[in-house]
């Protein structure tokens, strides 16, 4: 709307002033090869800045310094902010413009290319069209030499070879997440800044902007009740999903790297899971048995106590059931978690396991004695009997 | 004459025993092949053995299929024995000099193996089963009975569950793990070298391939059983062909292949084995 009014606003102070127009400007800029004095070309192709946005607005619309012909010399560096007053301030504030202060960190023609030739961000053809997105920030996001020299996360190739990338690239969906979606555009905020759409707290609401069912579940869940609480630590989307390299959770690859995901902060139960059929059959590489979620839930977590869980005694028949035929109540006691170590709570497990430690010691101890006494006293009777070496018995 | 007799040989085992032995080693192996795949998962050759039999399906598929071989080979092996006793009236087998049992006899021998080792005694004379042989025999007993009802509650986990708490469940994983790990461990160390390996028997007793032994095995192995069958007159009953080549060839190519498969298991889990 805002833009709008400044467009108008801009073509009748144009039309009022009555100096120049477009075609004049462009008899001389026109011409293809068009250089200034100092060599730099300032040649606009009049059928590219024909289809612009910009080309309503006229030359004078920017570059207002010039008002006669010819104009004097050097023309003043067109600033955007002009017209763009709201994306200015908001690219003022953003890491662009504030971490790397040198001329050479990125500014409006960086992202949106010659501002002769600007198109609709709807516009295939613009470098912020959707599926053009990636490429553009990759230019220096996916660049080695860039990432090395100035630190920067070199995260297009995670991106491009991730589900949202496969999405973009492969089926061409303008619904996929690309860069902007979850970083905004000319706000582009450190993750460490709360405001930040990619912070911590506010990464499953820019997440759920798409994934609004996900969203909803997740924070009826454990991990999303302690992320509404304040609790830094729970694990928000990309803590499993990660954030650039996100799989599809219908791939074996993914879904073995959840129990070691999930372990890696509920280490005691990821460690008796191990000990489990359903632990070995993972370890193994086989997606068959049952993982942390298939009966925790993926986002939907809460704990036995809550008669919503899917682990509360009463639903334990029904989560079984999912992979297990004749589910009975006897069957649905056994604890995917024991722990052999722990005597107070699985006393039975805990003697068996120590009454197979005591047998293990005792069989080997005696035996691994009576071995190495024998081979001993062989080689003596050995040596005592020549070559023949055999362990007569005495008569 | 004394030449003659040197080269004598005498059947030990019977071809029915000798096929159990057979059953029993391969399913053994098999087990535990399949079996300590699941219960070193973590470990990079169980996950490249897993994938390279074709998966999951086939690793339960053939260790359950080496159980119920195993336990046809057990129920054959007792009913064998019913036979024998209830029908043969052979009660020779429930006690005395060849009997499996465990008899007094067979503490004081140990105890004067342990002197000989220390060279503070003759060596004992063995019978037809030295102590260790039986210890042999009652640990595969015992390993069987665990292994083998803690396997087929798991199998059937459903209708043993209606039956036992689920607790069970935990335990049986447990105890069908650490007494298979102690089993394989056993045999693959303490049996190889009390059979096959130690310089008396190096590099091995073909005994339980071929069934037959020369009268000096005879003579150094079982000196007792030696004597008894003398002064009975029964040795001469006793006598066999000396096994063909091929088939003491036959028997130390299943051996070895059985030992190197033993020792290589042995290797993997000693190194993956984290308590």
Not at chain 1, 118 to 124: I, K, M, Q, R, T
Not at chain 2, 114 to 129: I, S, T
Not at chain 2, 165 to 182: I, K, M, Q, Y
Request: glycine share 8%; charged share 15%.
């Amino acid at each position: 709307m805002s833009v709008a009014v400044l467009v108008l606003a801009s073509v009748s102070w144009a039309e009022g002033s009555g100096s120049l127009s477009s075609s004049d400007c462009l008899a001389c800029h026109g011409e293809a090869g068009f250089k200034d004095s100092k060599g730099h070309s300032a040649s606009v192709d009049p059928k590219v800045f024909s289809t612009s946005v910009h080309s309503a607005l006229g030359c004078q619309a920017c570059h207002s310094d010039v008002t006669e012909f010819p104009h004097k010399l050097p023309v003043k560096t067109v600033a955007c902010a002009g017209c763009h007053a709201s994306a200015d301030s908001d690219f003022q504030v953003s890491v662009h413009h504030l971490v790397m202060k040198d001329p050479s960190s990125p500014a409006c023609l960086n992202c949106h290319g010659d501002p002769h030739a600007v198109v609709s961000v709807h516009d295939s053809r613009s470098p912020v069209y959707a599926l053009n997105l990636p490429r553009t920030c990759g230019t220096c996001h996916g660049n080695p030499r860039l990432a090395r020299e100035y630190g920067l996360p070199n995260v297009y190739s995670l991106y491009i070879d991730s589900i949202h990338g496969f999405a973009l690239t492969r089926d061409g969906l303008l619904v996929a997440a690309t860069c902007t979606s979850c970083h905004g555009a000319h706000k582009i905020l450190a993750p460490n800044n709360p405001h930040s759409p990619v912070s911590r707290k506010n990464i499953p609401a820019t997440c759920g902007a798409c994934h609004a069912g996900i969203e909803a579940k997740y924070f009826r869940g454990a991990h999303g009740k302690g992320l509404r609480a304040g609790n830094s630590e729970v694990p928000v989307c990309t803590s499993c999903h990660t954030a650039h390299s996100i799989v599809s959770v219908r791939t074996a690859s993914f879904q073995l790297k959840t129990t070691s995901r999930c372990g890696s902060c509920h280490s005691a139960r990821a460690a008796t899971y191990q000990d489990t059929f359903h632990g070995q059959v993972t370890a193994l590489g086989f997606v068959v048995t049952a993982r942390c979620w298939n009966c925790h839930r993926a986002h939907e977590i809460l704990p036995a106590s809550d008669p919503e869980s899917s682990i509360a005694p009463a639903n334990l028949q029904k989560t079984c059931g999912q992979c297990h035929e004749n589910v009975s109540k006897g069957f649905v006691s056994y604890d995917p978690h024991a722990n052999p170590r722990d005597s107070t709570h699985y006393p039975g497990l805990y003697y068996t396991a120590r009454f197979m430690n005591f047998l293990m010691l005792a069989v080997f101890t005696f035996f691994g004695l009576h071995t190495i006494l024998w081979f001993l006293r062989s080689l003596v009777e050995r040596r005592k009997d020549g070559r023949s070496g055999e362990e007569v018995a005495s008569k | 004459m004394e030449n003659r007799q040197e080269q004598s040989y005498y059947y030990r085992f019977s071809p029915g025993k000798r096929l159990l032995h057979g059953m029993l080693f391969s399913s053994f192996l098999g087990l535990a092949l399949t079996g300590l795949t699941l219960r070193f998962g973590s470990a990079g050759w169980a996950s490249a053995f897993a994938h390279g039999v074709g998966g999951l399906g086939a690793i339960l598929f053939f260790h359950k299929a080496f159980g119920v071989l195993l336990t046809a080979a057990f129920l054959v092996h007792v009913g064998n024995i019913l036979r024998l006793v209830f029908v043969q009236k052979r009660f020779g087998m429930l006690w005395g000099p060849e009997s499996l049992v465990p008899q007094p006899r067979d503490v004081v021998q140990l105890g004067a193996h342990f002197r000989w080792f220390l060279g503070l005694g003759p060596k004992p004379k063995f019978d037809r089963y030295a102590y260790w042989e039986k210890f042999d025999y009652w640990a595969v007993f015992w390993g069987m009975a665990i292994i083998g009802l803690s396997g087929y509650s798991m199998w059937f986990a459903q209708p043993v569950a209606r039956l036992l708490p689920g607790s069970w469940f935990n335990v049986a994983l447990l105890l069908h793990g650490d007494e298979a790990l102690l089993a394989v461990w056993f045999i693959f160390t303490i049996h190889f070298f009390n059979t096959h390996l130690r310089p008396g028997s190096f590099p091995m007793d073909t005994v339980i391939f071929t069934g037959r032994q020369t009268r000096k095995e005879l003579e150094e192995k079982h000196p007792a059983e030696y004597e008894r069958l003398l002064a009975q007159g029964s040795l001469e009953g006793l006598r066999a062909e000396q096994p063909q080549r091929w088939f003491v060839v036959a028997g130390k190519v299943v051996g070895f292949a059985a030992i190197a498969t033993g020792f290589v298991l042995l290797l993997l889990t000693l190194f993956s084995f984290r308590q």
